[in-house]
Every structure is written in structure tokens, then in C-alpha cells.
């Protein structure tokens, strides 16, 4: 098993920025590939920013430009580094790892509140 906590969730407002972390601890050898998702009320999770392996990274045409995925391999930790925040980035924001082959591995974090006012 993994666990995954998040952090660095808050109040901004709008232009702001904000890190959220994502600390792995476990069983760390069955995940290679670390994202962020978002769900925002009544919408669906969607896909915010990926880092693989390779450290190859994609990202929602949503946050392409204001948001950068990167990751410690030393820490076992993922950061979502936020800028230029907008009241539409207002979400739950989910820390996911999982192994790109081996799909049963695949593990979520609690989640943390990310609030943009204008």
C-alpha cells in the first residue's frame, strides 16, 4: 500500500499562487507515475498535471502556463507549483500515483482545498 498526503491547500485570491505538496510514503516501489486531479462541486475529476517516470509532464489545456508538476524522487514527494489563479481553479485538489504498467497499483490522497476569490 501507499499513502499519500497532501498539503499546501488554502484561500487566495485571484492572481495568486499557491505549492501543493504530495508526500508518498509505503510502499514506494509500486508507483512511477505521480498526477494531480481536481473536482470542482458538481463537476467531474479531471486530470490537472501528470510527471512520469521520465519526469515527462502534461498538463489540462485548463492550466497549461499557470501550473507546474515536479517532483523530489529523495522525498517521495510531487508539487503542484500554482500561479496566476483563477476563480475556476476553485477545487478539491487529489495527489494520484500509480504504476503505468502494473494498473492495480494505483493509489488517491484525501484531497485538499484550493479556494480562488476575485
Known amino acids: 500500500q501507499v499513502q499519500l498526503v497532501e498539503s499546501g491547500g488554502g484561500s487566495v485570491q485571484a492572481g495568486g499562487s499557491l505549492r501543493l505538496s504530495c508526500a508518498a510514503s509505503?510502499?514506494?516501489?509500486?508507483?512511477?507515475?505521480m498526477s494531480w486531479y481536481r473536482q470542482a462541486p458538481g463537476e467531474q475529476r479531471e486530470l490537472v498535471a501528470t510527471i512520469d517516470r521520465r519526469d515527462n509532464t502534461h498538463y489540462g489545456d485548463a492550466v497549461i502556463g499557470r501550473f507546474t508538476i515536479t517532483r523530489d524522487i529523495d522525498k517521495n514527494t510531487a508539487y503542484l507549483h500554482m500561479i496566476s489563479l483563477k476563480p475556476e481553479d476553485t477545487a478539491v485538489y487529489y495527489c494520484?500515483?500509480?504504476?503505468?504498467?502494473?494498473?492495480?497499483?494505483?493509489?488517491w490522497g484525501q484531497g485538499t482545498q484550493v479556494s480562488v476569490s476575485s
Open positions: 494520484n500515483a500509480k504504476h503505468d504498467v502494473l494498473t492495480q497499483y494505483n493509489y
Open positions: 509505503g510502499s514506494i516501489f509500486t508507483i512511477n507515475t
